[in-house]
């Protein structure tokens, strides 16, 4: 080793390793998994950046009905690198989950589905629209995360009612008794839930009957056989 800061570098690597394969166990220090380690921190600090300067931007996937009428749409979040290229979500969320990003990043994309929501509230074609957004579990079980909604249903004006929040079944499972809670005050207020993924999870019917759920949406997997 070159230095003493370089072995303790790799050290803390290899711990974290160990940590992440479920702890009391052992991993020696690997190069080719620090590269990797590196990668997903420089990736992190990207990530940060690109909160800071407005890099990330919704894009509105229509909803239809059987004849083809337009319902609503679901915001799917793009990160818009400076050189131009356009980052889908599987090639970042995962990091941002990991590393607690995904609470801010999670902020950005409601308070912005919610401003665009108020702009189609105030014009007669689209006033009936509806709107779905994904939440993350992680932002999902914020303490803050009623108020915090609340906040921007107050600041945007938006109709709480035409707003559809999208969760995956490993929420509910995690922690069933806290998610129904928050699922139940956030009804009252108005709002509808959305559960993607449908069947690659373990949830049971007899479970999701005690979450007040409005749409499941079937995994595409079920639908190609």
Known sequence: HDTVESTLRQADAAMYQAKAAGRNTFRFHDPAVQAAWSARAELEGSLRRALQHDEFVLHYQPQLDRSGRVLGAEALLRWRLPNGRVLYPAEFIRAAEESGIIVEIGKWVLRTACAELARWQRVPETAGLTLSV????????????????????????????????????????????????????????????????????????????????????????????
């Open 134 to 225: 994904n939440v993350s579990a992680r932002q999902f079980n914020q303490p803050d995360f009623v108020p915090m909604l609340q906040a921007i249903f107050e600041h945007s004006g938006v109709q709480p009612s035409s707003l559809k929040l999208e969760l995956t079944e490993s929420l509910v499972i995690t922690d069933f008794v806290q998610t129904a809670h928050t699922m139940a005050t956030l009804k009252r207020r108005g709002l509808s839930f959305s559960l993607d993924d449908f069947g690659t999870g373990y949830s049971s019917l007899a479970t999701l009957r005690k979450l007040p759920l409005d749409q499941l949406k079937i995994d595409h997997s079920f639908m190609r056989d």
